[in-house]
């Protein structure tokens, strides 16, 4: 039997030639990176760590392999923190071999995820940054820390500024990287964490990553999309700030005083599964407070999602974790990130405009948005074409669509759809065209989102867009001009969920109501990348400190900023009661006391598109009561899944877990709102428990709201905490009432336990029917 050292020296040997076969690896076609599930606690004596058993589980393909070397597997990260395993690049064979190790719980292919892409602070009552209700508004706020996987990061923001900032805690781990564009000085007592994660996306790219000059190793943001994010979240003041002259003003993000840690996970063509979660991996290690995900895939089981894995040992460890819904909405059912652990946030508008308007020549004005900063077009009308065409492309502007003799000097009407809408502009103006009219189809409703364009645009919604289109293909001379109004404040009605904010139920657990809340993410302002334009366009050559974006990409940092205050001033309090103290404060009523309304028809919102409502980071400080959730109850809800102990383990991480507790039905976990599935059920009863974070003494009593249909008891109905951190129950049956015409689906209400101090609401939705 070989010896320990001899062991080790076979070990050092196998990883230097694992680390040589890197680049080889990538030429061949039939390798795939695969994310291997290793039965954690298992391991051998023999192996010093985890890493050494991994490479010994290679090693055994390799040397079992009649292929040459080029083929040999190849180890690219291997998990510690955020997931038992590692991720490797195999062939087919070398995969079907790995599956059969009894030590190999699951062997999965490597997931592309993608991104979800100042007034502000302003419109959500920060202009303080709380500090007259914080209770620690000293040093406490420095020390949080928002770790931010996204592209990377512009250090030379002004965005990053630490003027006045304290030292680094010194429980801090992590570090700024070097590279061939990023220097570790770059980094400073604001920006302190800088690294990037290539390697799912070096084997996924075969290699062509090396050939574009744009991809460096480094944490350097060539996209804009991570400073962005990044800034918005806690990024320092910065006056005179504005996108070429729009939205002027003090650009700031949510948590000023907070220190920012970025991990550039994604690439030019997507985000890999690999190097998200080495970035998670990393960044639970390094020490961070609040993790911040502005991307996300599909649906999947929670065994099976890269994020909900590395999300849950974040979570284990007291770190808040912040993800974004999806830019898949209006569309059912299309919520990304649907994991209980997670903050899945939706994205709303401001009450900032920035109009601009349409003037055809039959005398209608039509009013849309713009942030074209161009010369504009005057008062000249000029001629007007949408293009149908034969395959359909043409009223799209799809690259290659449009005619040059036929839209050359003219205005031209494009759909919105299919490719980008800054792309749309760069087609139109390609072939010639002098002005674009950006119109909605029922797909995106009435939602209007401003872009920079390349050529004089104004986006209208769909009913105008109707009205233009037909002008456009009945008058014989249609003609038309484009004008711009700047930036206009105190928008009616305000917040309005966004269109494209990805909706409920939610398809994995539906018994968890998702997304949780909503936030801003329409027109955000926030710094930029120096190295790309604000279309993003390799052919806008403008440059801009601060750009102008908007998607579910943009609500998700102002939530995981808003974390990481409260964090600040509440340090004993737990990723889920933070959780807790966002959803139950926030509001469900705009600036003109109606409900809120759905961008998507104008019609109002339900809970499947605002979750728990517009965030309120002014009460959140103050809930009075948090719905608290421990891990092992987390656990306890997994078990409750039909998940095998396997399976279970590949979230949880833990050798003991035998599911022994388990919940009857999954949404008995302890969630701050309440899905209610009745199927073949008519009677649904949860307990939930409530901890006074308010004052000793206080006392709730219950309202109910919800529909006829349903008849909703809560026992009891007064709840009194004698002390601060007091825990009381109560039990909620549902019940569906006899005769019930069910052929609505679905239905909400709510259930709100107040006092004069505080007013703690849960939302409730309800469903007769399975998810189709």
């Avoid at 759809?417 to 009219?437: C, D, F, H, L, S």
């Avoid at 052919?539 to 990409?553: L, P, Y």
Wanted: hydrophobic share 35%; proline share 6%.
């Amino acid at each position: 039997m070989a010896t320990v050292a001899q062991s080790l020296l076979f070990l050092v040997s196998l990883q230097c030639l694992l680390t040589l076969s890197f680049a080889a690896a990538s030429a061949s076609a039939a390798r795939r990176t695969y994310i291997v599930h290793m039965n954690h606690h298992e391991k051998p004596s023999l192996f010093p760590t985890h890493h050494d058993w991994y490479l010994s589980h290679l090693l055994s393909l390799s040397s079992s392999s009649a292929s040459s070397s080029s083929s040999s597997p190849t180890l690219l990260y291997s998990y510690s923190a955020a997931y038992p395993g590692f991720a490797a690049s195999l062939d087919p064979s070398q995969a079907a071999a790995l599956r059969r190790s009894p030590s190999v719980l699951g062997l999965y292919e490597d997931t592309l995820y993608s991104l979800h892409t100042t007034r502000t602070p302003e419109f959500l009552g920060l202009s303080a940054e709380l500090s007259a209700r914080d209770p620690n508004p000293g040093p406490n706020s420095a020390d949080v820390i928002v770790g931010v996987l996204d592209t990377g990061v512009w250090p030379e923001s002004r965005s990053f500024d630490d003027s006045g900032m304290p030292d680094v805690p010194a429980r801090w781990r992590g570090e700024c990287e070097s590279g061939p564009d990023f220097a570790p000085s770059l980094c400073n007592k604001k920006l302190i964490g800088a690294r990037s994660f290539s390697r799912g996306y070096h084997m996924a790219s075969g290699g062509s990553f090396l050939k574009d000059p744009k991809e460096q190793d480094s944490p350097r943001d060539q996209d804009g999309h991570g400073t962005h994010t990044a800034t918005t979240a806690a990024g320092s003041r910065v006056a005179n700030a504005s996108l070429l002259g729009y939205a002027s003003g003090t650009a700031r993000g949510m948590a000023t005083r907070a220190r920012v840690a970025s991990y550039k996970v994604c690439w030019s063509n997507g985000c890999f599964g690999s190097d998200i979660l080495a970035g998670m991996d990393q960044a639970i290690q390094d020490g961070v407070d609040v993790l911040s995900l502005s991307l996300g895939g599909g649906s999947a089981p929670y065994y099976r999602d890269t994020i909900a894995i590395g999300s849950f040992a974040a979570v284990e460890r007291g770190i808040f974790v912040s993800c974004s819904a999806g830019n898949a909405g209006p569309t059912r059912a299309t919520l990304a990130n649907v994991a209980p652990w997670i903050m899945t946030v939706g994205a709303g508008t401001l009450d900032r405009d920035f109009p601009a308007y349409a003037v055809l020549g039959n005398k209608n004005r039509f009013t849309g948005v713009s942030l074209y900063s161009g010369p504009g077009m005057g008062n000249e009308l000029f001629g007007l074409v949408y293009d149908k065409g034969s395959d359909g492309s043409g009223n799209l502007c799809l690259p290659g669509s449009l005619k040059p003799d036929l839209v050359r000097g003219k205005v031209v009407v494009c759909d919105r759809g299919t490719n980008a809408r800054v792309e749309k502009g760069a087609v139109v103006r390609a072939a010639g065209g002098v002005g674009m009219i950006l119109a909605n189809t029922a797909a995106s409703g009435e939602e209007l989102v401003a872009d920079s364009h390349l050529l004089p645009t104004v986006a209208v919604g769909r009913k105008v867009g109707d009205l233009i289109r037909d002008y456009a293909s009945s008058d014989p001379n249609p003609t038309a001009t484009i004008g711009f109004g700047g930036t206009v404040l105190g928008i009616q009605p305000s917040p309005v969920v966004a269109a494209f904010s990805s909706r409920g139920p939610n398809l994995v657990t539906p018994q968890i109501l998702k997304p949780d809340v909503i936030g801003p993410g329409v027109n955000i302002l926030a710094a930029w990348s120096g190295a790309v334009g604000p279309t993003g366009l390799q052919k806008d050559a403008r440059k801009t400190q601060f750009n102008i974006m908007s998607g579910t990409s943009m609500s998700c940092p102002h939530i995981s900023g808003l974390a990481a205050l409260l964090k600040a001033a509440h340090p004993d309090w737990s990723p889920s009661a933070i959780k807790s103290a966002l959803m139950t404060t926030a509001y469900t009523r705009d600036n003109t006391n109606s409900s809120l309304r759905d961008a998507a028809g104008g019609t109002f919102s339900t809970p499947w598109a605002h979750g728990s409502g517009h965030v309120n980071p002014q009460n959140a400080l103050s809930p009075g009561l948090v719905y608290d959730i421990s891990t092992d109850d987390y656990v306890a809800f997994l078990c409750s899944l039909g998940y095998t102990v396997d399976q279970v383990r590949a979230v949880a991480k833990r050798p003991s877990v035998t599911c022994s507790r388990k919940f009857a039905d999954p949404g008995q976990l302890n969630y701050p709102s309440f899905s209610i599935w009745f199927g073949s059920k008519k009677v649904v009863r949860y307990t939930r428990q409530l901890t006074n974070v308010g004052a000793a003494g206080s006392v709730y009593a219950v309202t109910v709201m919800g529909p006829s249909a349903v008849q909703v008891t809560v026992k009891p109905t007064k709840l009194v905490f004698a002390k601060v951190g007091d825990k009381r129950s109560y039990t909620v049956t549902f019940v569906s009432k006899r005769g019930t015409n069910q052929t609505a689906r679905s239905d909400f209400g709510s259930i709100v336990w107040s006092n004069a101090q505080n007013e703690v609401r849960s939302p409730v939705a309800y469903a007769w029917t399975q998810i189709e």
